[in-house]
């Protein structure tokens, strides 16, 4: 079905729309600096996506698109870069608020260790790909971000909790319930193993993208407030 990927996309803008004029959160208000850090954010990978599509290292299936390209790339993916962190800066919105009184620095330690643990994990059990490195290159520059501004220990949360509309969004999208996948991978620029549908690295790539829009979103939201 052409429409599969910009279903999938559409979707995920439901709840966060819908409950973005609930009082207590008003996510409404943020939507200005939300919308703006994911553009920024969307530009190096976009440039990243172009190039690895150019080489064939991942590409996206024609049956499950509307057919408007930019840059060569699915409108559905450029979309992917905005609603996405859009989402899941909603979700950032709602943990700071109900989680607002809860000191969460033992939560952030323990992850700081343990994305650097998986990215190496990734390099010990598989025969590593250019889609491999690059996460692991990514994911490792959003990690020092982070760490460098620990008193926003609500992301961590957020992100954790990100992971179910994650794994559900890019298990469809990587062949969880359809014949063949929306998006695919060369398997020599990736480990082989997989969790279920989805590459072992796109963790850490929800992470690389996911990290920065949340931290921008929040120096956009300083810098309004002045």
């Not at 850490?204 to 990290?211: A, C, D, G, M, W």
């Amino acid at each position: 079905m052409q429409w599969t990927y910009l279903f999938v996309i559409i979707a995920t803008l439901f709840f966060p729309v819908v409950l973005s004029f609930e009082s207590k959160v008003h996510y409404i208000s943020s939507w200005k600096n939300s919308f703006l850090a994911a553009v920024i954010i969307a530009i190096p990978f976009i440039l990243w996506d172009v190039l690895f599509t150019k080489l064939g290292y991942w590409g996206f299936n024609d049956e499950h698109l509307i057919g408007i390209k930019i840059f060569n790339l699915p409108l559905e993916e450029i979309l992917f870069f905005i609603i996405i962190p859009f989402a899941c800066t909603f979700i950032y919105e709602v943990v700071k608020y109900y989680f607002r009184n809860y000191n969460l620095a033992t939560l952030s330690k323990v992850f700081y260790f343990i994305i650097p643990f998986y990215a190496v994990l990734l390099t010990i059990f598989g025969e590593s790909g250019w889609y491999t490195l690059s996460v692991i290159l990514s994911s490792t520059i959003a990690l020092i971000l982070l760490m460098k501004h620990q008193e926003y220990d609500k992301i961590i949360l957020a992100f954790l909790i990100c992971f179910l509309p994650f794994f559900i969004m890019n298990g469809i999208l990587t062949g969880a319930i359809t014949n063949e996948p929306i998006v695919w991978y060369s398997e020599e620029q990736k480990i082989a193993g997989r969790i279920f549908t989805i590459p072992f690295e796109d963790v850490l790539y929800n992470f690389s993208l996911l990290i920065p829009n949340m931290l921008l979103f929040e120096w956009l939201q300083k810098k309004s407030k002045g």
